[in-house]
């Protein structure tokens, strides 16, 4: 059984976390504003002093607009589905009708389930 550095696990998640603030343009305290938690809460987590719940995870995330996956899993491809979805509803009606019947044409063509 691989045991887990904790300490390390939780450091690479808060700096995950902090790519993410940066990224969206937020102060540590803008961020705990909009989860109603503390800064030196969002401190903690950036540091990989205290490790994030699956709750607050989720939170995090939706109020970033980003996948957990992003904030999970260094280094895999991540699936932002949240951005897609914010593509397709600016299509027009016939422009969704057309995006669905290709997406419908290529699952049958690579015959996924």
Not at 77 to 105: A, V
Request: proline share 3%; charged share 25%.
């Amino acid at each position: 059984m691989m045991k887990i550095d904790k300490r390390a696990l939780h450091t690479e998640i808060g700096l995950r976390i902090r790519a993410a603030r940066d990224s969206a343009g937020l102060t540590q305290e803008a961020l705990a504003e909009s989860l109603d938690c503390t800064a030196q809460y969002i401190s903690d987590l950036e540091r990989g002093v205290t490790g994030i719940s699956v709750p607050m995870l989720r939170l995090l995330c939706l109020k970033l607009g980003i996948s957990s996956d992003s904030i999970l899993f260094a280094g895999m491809p991540e699936r932002d589905y949240l951005s897609l979805e914010e593509k397709c509803r600016s299509l027009t009606d016939e422009q969704y009708r057309l995006l669905t019947e290709i997406i419908g044409k290529y699952v049958e063509a690579v015959h996924l389930p």
